[in-house]
Structures are given as C-alpha cells and as structure tokens.
C-alpha cells in the first residue's frame, strides 16, 4: 500500500511567494495549498487535513506567529515551519514560544534545506503517529486481559495440546470462554468474530 502524497500548506501575503515555493519543491510528492492571509489559511485548515504549515512572519492582520499559535492549539499534529524577511530575535524567538515552530527559515530560504526539512519533519510525524497507534493497540490489548483477569483468574492459565492449540473446556463455563476468547480474537485480528466449533 502507497504512502499518501504529503499535504503542505504555503501562506504568504504575496502570491510570487507561494509560487517561488511551489517550484522549488515540485519535484517533491507533496501536495500544495496556498493561502495569502491568516485568515484564508484557517479557513482551508478548517476543511482540509495538512501535514505542514509553512507560513510567512509578516503578513497583514495577523503574523506568522500568531497564526501558527493558533494552528498549534487547533492542529497540535500539524508541522509548524515559519519564513521571515528580517532576522529578528524577537520574531524568532516569538514564533518558537508561541507556535512552538519545527524550523525557522530566512527569505530567501535554501530550497535544498527547505525540502530536507519538510522530509525530516514528516519522517518523525510518521513515526509520532505509529507511536500513538501502538499505544493505543497496547492499551486495548491490556484492557481485555484486566477484563479476563476480573472475569476468571484462572483463565490466563492456558493448556495446549501436543502441536502448541490451546485447549479450552468450557463445558461446565456458559459459553463464558468463549465469549471472552472472541473478544480477544476481535481485538487481536481486525474484529474478525471467533469462528465456535
């Protein structure tokens, strides 16, 4: 199964920007979005899933900052990266409190360190997002043995037979077993129900 294409979101108040970006990193598999306002960007943030915001500082009504401030308390899994015409301190150091930015780059940025950034960033999101579907896995997992557990302590004793099977006699249990041992298997095999024998 293919990766699906990366989407990035370009914001900037001039569209020759987004534009310069857009070239430099299309030979990349990523999808682009662009917005000239903070405001614009929220709104396709509102409807749209985007991996990376990269966003200009100074831009008319709202800055960088302030926007990816917001991004980050509404899409806290959003990658935050900002472009600045001046090397400010201030704004650099405003941009990494406030929207707790991946990069800050310099106008005109390197393209090379631009799409090498992007793809470090994604790298570690991907496994970000693996780590939490694993934690979840395993607290769904831990769930059904503290159930089974509650349920009969003796069933996480297991016999198995001569080729490794587990052996369940549930003769004397009320289908008790089994019911918990198909709630394993749904969880365990993609909620594919036990087949009972």
Do not use: W, Y
Request: overall charge negative.
């Amino acid at each position: 199964m293919s990766t699906p294409n990366a989407t990035i979101l370009l914001v900037d108040d001039e569209p020759n920007i987004t534009d310069a970006l857009k070239r430099a990193l299309r030979r990349e598999p990523f999808e682009f979005l662009t917005a000239t306002s903070a405001a614009a960007a929220q709104e396709l943030l509102a409807h749209q899933h985007v991996d990376v915001v990269v966003s200009d500082e100074q831009m008319p009504g709202m800055s960088g900052s302030e926007f990816l401030a917001i991004v980050r308390k509404q899409f806290p899994h959003t990658i935050r990266m900002i472009l600045s015409g001046q090397a400010s301190l201030e704004a650099a150091v405003r941009a990494i409190n406030e929207g707790e930015v991946h990069r800050f780059f310099l106008k005109p940025c390197n393209p090379i360190d631009l799409i090498c950034t992007i793809q470090q960033a994604l790298a570690h999101k991907r496994l970000e997002d693996q780590s939490r579907r694993l934690l979840r896995e395993f607290q769904r997992q831990a769930a059904v043995l503290a159930k089974l557990n509650h349920n009969g302590p003796d069933l996480l004793h297991l016999d198995t037979d001569e080729q490794g099977a587990v052996v369940v006699d549930d003769s004397d249990a009320d289908g008790n077993v089994t019911d918990l041992l198909a709630e394993i298997e749904l969880a365990m095999r993609g909620r594919r129900p036990l087949e009972r024998v």
